[in-house]
């Protein structure tokens, strides 16, 4: 009976993170978009529902909802279902659809290239363990293990690569001090000089214009041998010359051109955010800025003590920072109670920020890329990276977790190399931080000078 209601709850909270996915879908990725594809739809919303249980036993870990025998059985469910999703049924149609976007193939054709191609992805999935110390075929082959060990790889350099451009560009985005000053005066004059651009790119094209009305003149009106070879003589030695020549300067002005747009445009993206910086909010992100600043310096070093003396943190810091406040700082204080309030709130803010960045992130990436024939394939790519992070989620989450709250995942995860993980999140973390901040660094030198020539 208790199991039954325990199965329940999980269905019930299931249904309801369905629903969520459904609405996110409905109203904030496909509001601008009339092609939907119900199967699309309800791939992503079970994918997001899916991923969501994983953080939901998670937290009934730590608060010990449920029977320890129902959550186990309930870990093991939820990860096949996951893995499932990411590893057969979204890649099979992603696969479906983009070579059934090729006009010149037939139904049969595709079916077979898409299960072939599939082959081909699942091949290349098991081969991404030769290089990494993931679990060999003694340990089976069709096991979650085997699953999340291949697909950890993956999520975790996704996690890695987005903590790390977050990290950086966090207080880079939040912070007056990385505003570059920017007066009117300055923007005036770049798009002045802009429209002496466009003025002698139209100039420059009315010569070409002329110049090939002329000879088109000059062929119809021809009254002789003299005046052909003359006319041919006279375009050999000048006028072609000319034509090719104002071509070449009219692409270099061209390319001046974009440049200058996109200066003129950042000037006035930089000046919004200086209009920004002086409200309310923009003070609150600017002391927020800050204290993300001094974690993205904490974390950087951290993750380089780590790989030089390939250390990995053997207790949670929540254990270890009441260890000290007990021991250290000669606090008398419940440990056990503490230790699950505490736990509680550190794993909440890591799944509230870990959802809301990924959405976040993937929704800026849908607009800049999607259009009304790719967009519905953008979204299962989308679900198989949101599948992929959260399942390599579970991995790196247990290290934040006390031992009594792990003991579940780790025997549902069995023999994985976790260390490896942790190690990997660390190398691929401190690539992404410093390419972001050299990347921006670069991205603030002035490309012209605002005066006019």
């Not at 269905?11 to 369905?18: E, H, K, N």
């Not at 100039?203 to 009106?221: C, D, F, S, V």
């Not at 006279?234 to 692409?251: F, H, M």
Request: glycine share 6%.
């Amino acid at each position: 009976m208790a199991f039954l209601e325990d199965c329940i709850i999980v269905f019930v909270s299931q249904i309801l993170f369905f629903t969520g996915g459904w609405l996110f879908f409905m109203k904030q990725l496909f509001k601008n978009y009339e092609i939907r594809h119900i199967s699309v739809q309800l791939i992503f919303s079970v994918c997001f529902a899916l991923s969501l249980t994983m953080f939901e036993l998670i937290i009934f870990e730590i608060l010990g909802v449920l029977e320890s025998s129902s959550r186990y059985f309930h870990w093991r469910l939820g990860l096949t279902l996951l893995l499932l999703m990411v590893i057969a049924v979204i890649p099979l149609y992603i696969l479906y659809s983009v070579i059934h976007s090729l006009s010149f193939v037939s139904d049969k054709a595709v079916r077979i290239m898409t299960v072939l191609c599939w082959f081909v992805f699942l091949y290349g999935l098991w081969k991404i363990g030769d290089p990494f110390p993931l679990l060999s075929v003694s340990h089976g082959i069709f096991t979650i293990e085997q699953g999340v060990s291949r697909i950890g790889v993956i999520g975790v350099t996704v996690m890695a690569v987005l903590s790390g451009f977050g990290a950086v560009n966090c207080p880079y985005q939040s912070m007056t001090y990385f505003i570059k000053p920017v007066s009117q005066s300055d923007i005036i004059n770049l798009e002045r000089r802009l429209q002496l651009t466009v003025d002698m790119i139209v100039a420059k094209k009315k010569r070409i214009a002329l110049e090939i009305h002329r000879r088109k003149k000059e062929t119809q009106n021809k009254k002789g041998l003299w005046n052909i070879l003359s006319s041919a003589v006279n375009r050999l030695d000048s006028s072609g010359q000319d034509i090719g020549q104002l071509r070449l300067e009219i692409y270099g002005l061209e390319e001046l051109m974009r440049q200058l747009f996109m200066e003129i445009n950042s000037m006035k993206n930089m000046q919004e955010r200086q209009r920004w910086s002086q409200t309310l909010q923009g003070k609150y992100f600017n002391v927020l800025g800050h204290f993300f600043s001094i974690y993205c310096l904490y974390k950087i070093f951290i993750c380089t003590v780590n790989i030089i003396f390939d250390r990995v943190g053997r207790k949670d810091p929540v254990t270890r920072g009441l260890e000290i406040a007990v021991h250290w700082c000669g606090f008398d204080i419940d440990l056990a109670f503490w230790n699950q309030h505490i736990s509680f709130l550190l794993v909440g803010c890591i799944v509230v920020t870990s959802i809301r960045g990924l959405l976040l992130t993937l929704t800026k990436f849908f607009y800049r890329i999607s259009s009304s024939k790719s967009s519905n394939i953008i979204v299962l790519i989308m679900a198989q990276i949101m599948g992929m992070y959260f399942c390599s989620s579970v991995l790196l989450m247990r290290m934040n977790l006390p031992a009594e709250y792990r003991v579940i995942i780790t025997e549902v995860l069995g023999s994985l190399h976790f260390n490896f993980y942790h190690r990997w999140f660390d190398v691929i973390f401190l690539v992404s931080a410093l390419s972001t901040i050299l990347v921006l660094y670069l991205s603030q030198k002035p490309k012209y000078d605002a005066s006019i020539d």
